[in-house]
């Protein structure tokens, strides 16, 4: 799967930006989309998944803030971000992991830096 992640940028604290991440296959058959960051001398972590059922799931520092969701006919997933913190500056990068017999396996797009002012 190769995944192409754009709508990063730079945003004042309080405003919002959409990423989108477009995948090279349907998405109907990846088991979880999803969203990580990874700020400069941190882990990366995850910001917020999405099954193939539409199961949510988001970290507690997003939770009410940032909105995933998935077009199906598109093959894209989104992540609405609003109310920006100047803490949720870091490089964003999609995920699709499908799980098999053996262990999970996962896909990477290639990031897209966020960065909000304060």
């Known amino acids: 799967v190769q995944l192409q992640a754009s709508g990063g940028g730079l945003v004042q604290a309080g405003g919002s930006l959409r990423l989108s991440c477009a995948a090279s296959?349907?998405?109907?058959?990846?088991?979880?989309m999803g969203w990580y960051r990874q700020a400069p001398g941190t882990q990366r972590e995850l910001v917020a998944s999405?099954?193939?059922?539409?199961?949510?799931n988001y970290a507690d520092s997003v939770k009410g803030r940032f909105t995933i969701s998935r077009d199906n006919v598109k093959n894209t997933v989104y992540l609405q971000m609003n109310s920006l913190k100047s803490e949720d500056t870091a490089v964003y990068y999609c995920?699709?992991?499908?799980?098999?017999?053996?262990?999970?396996?996962?896909?990477w797009g290639q990031g897209t830096q966020v960065t909000v002012s304060s």
């Open positions: 296959r349907r998405i109907l058959s990846i088991n979880t």
């Open positions: 995920n699709a992991r499908n799980v098999a017999v053996g262990g999970a396996l996962d896909y």
């Open positions: 999405i099954t193939r059922i539409g199961t949510t």
